[in-house]
């Protein structure tokens, strides 16, 4: 197929996009200065209009505001240890969801050790600490990266100092 067939308008004569899509009315953004070609690729042959463009503003703003803000959560079984594998970002809006993924795997260890595995987290905030704080209080193993392992390490001076102060 060549260039020129690719874009060619789905659109009769004097047609445009906003007369086959009358409630549209967001601009789209394009990324080029080559307006007519990028118009020409949302034009589609269905006249599909993706659901971006007909959202309400405030939803808009929620799935803006929470980019960036996940954190998954796996769990890997084996013979000798139960690993709980968490990857992204360890904050307050999540760490009620790890305390309940930490419960459910301590449930039924069967004499098999649970393993932390945090080499994937990428920010923790103070609900977090206090959360690894609890979780190391369990006697809960954890794997770490060097950054969350110095983490880690200020935590068990502050639990100490905490139990000795407690004397």
């Known amino acids: 197929m060549r260039e020129t067939e690719a874009f060619s308008t789905p659109f009769a004569q004097g ?3 906003k007369s086959v899509v009358p409630h549209l009315t967001v601009e789209p953004a394009f990324d080029n200065l080559d307006s007519r070609r990028a118009a020409l690729k949302l034009a589609l042959k269905n006249h599909v209009v993706t659901a971006l463009w007909v ?4 939803c808009l ?3 803006v505001s929470n980019k960036g803000r996940m954190l998954k959560i796996s769990i ?5 240890q139960r690993r709980v594998i968490v990857e992204g970002k360890l904050i307050a809006l999540w760490v009620a969801e790890l305390k309940t993924a930490c419960e459910r795997a301590r449930a039924d260890l069967e004499d098999r050790e649970l393993v932390i595995d945090l080499k994937n987290v990428t920010a923790i905030n103070p609900d977090g600490e206090n959360l690894l704080l609890e979780l190391m209080n369990q006697r809960v193993k954890f794997r770490c990266g060097v950054f969350t392992q110095h983490l880690l390490k ?5 639990r100490r ?3 000795q102060n407690a004397d």
């Open 15 to 17: 047609e445009s996009l």
């Open 61 to 63: 703003y929620v799935w």
């Open 154 to 158: 200020e935590l068990t001076r502050r």
């Open 55 to 58: 959202w309400h503003e405030p």
């Open 161 to 163: 100092g905490s139990i």
């Open 76 to 80: 890997i079984e084996s013979h000798s």
